[in-house]
């Protein structure tokens, strides 16, 4: 299966273990750095509905500015109640100092 990419800002738009949050395509995404890494995902807690790019990036997880829940950046998984449910994941990848990312779900 080929996938698709948009380009959605510069690399040094995205601030280091933190998020810059964007619409891609009618989608809320955050583009989160962390650990070396750029991530892509749905910029929406599961939990309480608010946007995850507000929330503090740490060690490879965001954690909600609300409730504190938190989410592992490479498998959306919630890793700290009171969230349960996954938030989904893109492909991003850094070419040339741009992020691009495709919007089919990663998990």
Known sequence: MS???????????VPEDGALALDVAG?????VRS??????????????DVPLSDGEVYKGAVECWLHGSSFDLRTGK????????PIAVF????????VLVSLVREN
């Open 91 to 98: 492909r991003a990848q850094v070419v040339d100092g741009e």
């Open 27 to 31: 989608t809320s995404v955050a583009i």
């Open 35 to 48: 650990q070396g890494e750029v991530h892509a995902i749905e910029d929406r807690c599961t939990h309480a």
């Open 78 to 85: 919630a890793t700290c109640l009171p969230a349960t449910t």
């Open 3 to 13: 996938l698709t990419y948009v380009r959605v800002c510069a690399l040094a738009d």
